[in-house]
């Protein structure tokens, strides 16, 4: 046996998001967000799954902390809920919003958890879509006053701040592709939302300075790792530019404040480009204090024209192992993504802000749900972490996706990420084989492999 030891002071964390694990939907003054009207589009969401109840953490919080304390993390990461804070948007602000995130971060630090904070997790204030949400550079303002009421909240409580979680699937995922809320199918609109949602990251950082925020500022990007098939230009090309528009599209203009131009220039034949209003780059280049890296998966594929996506790629079947969502098991692509950050960008201060596995084990008739595969998951993708460390990467920590099953977007309750399972009809929460099993690896801070 071997062991791979992490470094001193390396964070061990877990992560959820509002939408997914809150429920409590109409209490305390709660607005209406996107994801309430996307769940309630017939075909959009499976089942007809909403987050109405989801795992109750509005009213279980005390209990999940404790279990937290429990699973041996000294960091959790969760995202507030826009339309608690300010319900339509826009107008007023709604103090039993800020009451309830007071209380959750005052129970975090009372037993040793340290919170980190993501602004935006996707639940966009409905009446803000209504006047045509991301798309409409208004909304950077209004996210701005929304941003500024959290920070004086949780200003000397809070010290990791993430502005934005996973601006791709913000962007393309929900307004090109259309399989997340608002569910729009349009390169423009996508391309339009990513802009600004890049400019109000931009002016979140510069507000959090002026305002002298005690603590660090970053942002939570999802990436992919796609290998060429073969090393023919046209797959490497476009490989490149399949992974490019997850990582590069996002990560270039805020480590650089420059969007990559063989990816404008392929979007300009594809009929998008970006509206870039003087200042703008300047703005979304604004130094940060650390990158939040998300990862899940990745894969092989070659240029084909024909039945390639919009980027002529097309991924090739290498019948590789996949999670109950269908995801390939990639661990490698962790690393590549890793040291292709340090090579392009430097060395920022990295936290894997979310890495985990979709595996929908159910308890056995002892109640023990056995959860082995995810175990595997884990520990090969904190293998490549390790890899990375040893590598000179400045990876601080790694949250684990996700503290518990959730409200998993489009596919609703199907899917299971949690090392806590959930038992929706009565809220019980149950260990998983692998909750034990992170316990020891932040317990002891190495790996036996
Ligand atoms: C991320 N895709 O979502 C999110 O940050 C989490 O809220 C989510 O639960 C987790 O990963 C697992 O899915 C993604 O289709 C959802 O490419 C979908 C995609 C990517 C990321």
Redesign the pocket.
């Known amino acids: 046996m071997a062991i791979v030891q992490f470094p001193n002071g390396f964070v061990w964390g877990a992560a959820t998001?509002a939408f997914?694990v809150e429920g409590a939907y109409r209490e305390d003054g709660r607005g209406l967000s996107i994801w309430d009207t996307f769940c309630r589009t017939p075909g959009k969401v499976w089942e007809g799954d909403n987050g109405d109840v989801a795992c109750d953490m509005y009213h279980r919080y005390k209990d999940d902390v404790k279990l937290m304390k429990d699973l041996g993390i000294t960091s959790y990461r969760f995202s507030v809920a826009w339309p608690r804070i300010i319900p339509d948007g826009s107008g007023e602000i709604n103090p039993k919003g800020i009451e309830f995130y007071r209380n959750l971060v005052d129970e975090l630090l009372a037993h040793g958890i340290e919170p980190m904070l993501t602004l935006y997790?996707w639940d966009l204030p409905q009446a803000l879509q209504d006047r045509g949400g991301w798309a409409n550079r208004e909304t950077i303002d209004h996210f701005l006053k929304y941003v500024e009421t959290v920070f004086k909240a949780l200003d000397g409580k809070v010290k990791l701040w993430a502005t934005f979680?996973?601006p791709w699937?913000i962007s393309f995922?929900s307004n090109y592709i259309g399989?997340h809320a608002p569910g729009l199918r349009d390169l423009q609109t996508a391309i339009d939302v990513a802009h600004n949602v890049l400019v109000a990251h931009g002016k979140t950082v510069r507000l959090f300075r002026e305002l002298g925020i005690k603590g660090e500022i970053g942002i939570a990007p999802?990436t992919e790792w796609m290998e060429p098939f073969s090393d023919r230009e046209e797959d490497v090309e476009a490989a490149w530019r399949r992974r490019g528009w997850l990582n590069e599209w996002f990560l270039r203009p805020v480590m650089t404040g420059q969007y990559p131009e063989k990816l404008v220039q392929w979007f300009e034949k594809l009929g998008g480009k970006p509206k870039i209003e003087p200042g703008d780059m300047e703005l979304i280049g604004s130094k940060i204090d650390f990158l939040g890296i998300?990862y899940?998966t990745g894969g092989i594929g070659r240029y084909n024209p024909e039945e390639g996506d919009i980027f002529g790629f097309q991924e090739v079947p290498m019948g590789w192992e996949k999670t109950d969502i269908g995801w390939n098991i990639y661990p490698q692509g962790l690393y590549n993504v890793l040291t292709y950050i340090k090579r392009e960008f430097g060395d920022i201060p990295i936290y894997i802000t979310?890495n985990g596995a979709c595996y929908n084990d159910e308890p056995g008739a002892d109640g023990r749900v056995r959860d082995q595969r995810r175990i595997e998951y884990l520990k090969k993708h904190v293998l490549q972490v390790a890899r990375a460390i040893e590598s000179g990467v400045n990876v601080k920590g790694y949250y684990t996706?996700?503290l518990m099953d959730n409200f998993?977007?489009a596919y609703g309750y199907s899917m299971r990420?949690g090392i806590l399972y959930v038992d929706y009809e009565t809220q019980q929460r149950i260990k998983k084989d692998s909750f034990r099993w992170y316990r020891k690896l932040a317990r002891n801070n190495y790996i036996e492999v």
Request: with cysteine; hydrophobic share 35%.
């Open positions: 998001a997914q997790h979680n996973e699937c995922l399989a999802n998300n899940y979310e996706w996700s998993e977007w990420f």
